[in-house]
Nanobody, 124 residues
Framework: QVQLVESGGGSVQTGGSLRLSCVVF????????MGWFRQGSGKEREGVAA???????TYADSVKGRFTISQDDAKNTLYLQMNSLKPEDTAMYYC??????????????????WGRGTQVTVSS
């Protein structure tokens, strides 16, 4: 059974930073394609960033230059470093994983496994 557990969310002011973590339990981390998604109140879940097994990354336009996705295979952990946070970044952030390389890395339907999320709140 694959399990994803996120942590690192919290409340910050505009311009602040947070680093989210996602630990993968139950399988060899390096075999996965990983992504971060977010869902604001009353909004659709949207892709934020993704990374493949070779370390190639994809970002949503709204976070390019501010967010960085990375992974530590030895720790079975995915990270999302978020800088220059804005109120519009407020959302529940989810970690996602799949064994098959996604055609569209920021589309939620590409991922089979999901964490329960960690809340990020940015105040103005």
């Amino acid at each position: 059974q694959v399990q994803l557990v996120e942590s690192g969310g919290g409340s910050v002011q505009t311009g602040g930073s947070l680093r989210l973590s996602c630990v993968v339990f139950g399988y060899t981390y390096s075999a996965y394609y990983m992504g971060w998604f977010r869902q604001g109140s009353g909004k659709e879940r949207e892709g934020v960033a993704a990374i493949d097994s070779d370390g190639r990354t994809t970002y949503a336009d709204s976070v390019k230059g501010r967010f960085t996705i990375s992974q530590d295979d030895a720790k079975n952990t995915l990270y999302l470093q978020m800088n220059s946070l804005k109120p519009e970044d407020t959302a529940m952030y989810y970690c996602a994983a799949d064994l098959t390389q996604p055609i569209a890395p920021l589309v939620r339907l590409e991922y089979k496994y999901w964490g329960r999320g960690t809340q990020v709140t940015v105040s103005s």
